[in-house]
């Protein structure tokens, strides 16, 4: 099982961006939640946002309103709408996935290697 994110950029306070997640392998049966992490060095890896298979949704208190999070389930994907982004939104952001293989008894969190958002003028 494989997560690759992309959407990372260089953004000013106060624009927009959209982070996208895809889960691969040929051994996923069906994926549980989907949850967006970030990270600042030297800071500990923060929750964002999560989905759940039926669709609904969490977020931190520092994002709500602001954030948006979805998933498309015929593509595997997660995506992470962000508007009016903060200074304090600048990290390394991790998506991560509650995911179901054929033949293992129990699902498994994967994690993809993260983009970096950065939120400077």
């Known amino acids: 099982v494989r997560l690759v994110e992309s959407g990372g950029d260089l953004v000013r306070p106060g624009g927009s961006l959209t982070l996208s997640c895809t889960v691969s392998?040929?051994?996923?049966?069906?994926?549980?939640?989907m949850a967006w992490h970030r990270q600042v060095p030297g800071e500990v890896r923060e929750f964002v946002a999560v989905?759940?298979?039926?669709?609904?949704?969490n977020y931190s208190a520092s994002v709500e309103g602001r954030f948006t999070v979805s998933r498309d389930d015929a593509k595997n994907t997660a995506i992470l709408q962000m508007a009016d982004l903060k200074p304090e939104d600048m990290g390394v952001y991790y998506c991560?996935?509650?995911?179901?293989?054929?033949?293992?008894?129990?699902?498994?969190?994967?994690w993809g290697q993260g983009t970096q958002v950065t939120v400077s003028s």
């Open positions: 991560a996935a509650d995911v179901k293989e054929f033949g293992v008894m129990w699902s498994h969190y994967y």
């Open positions: 989905i759940s298979s039926s669709g609904s949704t």
């Open positions: 392998g040929a051994t996923i049966a069906w994926i549980n939640d």
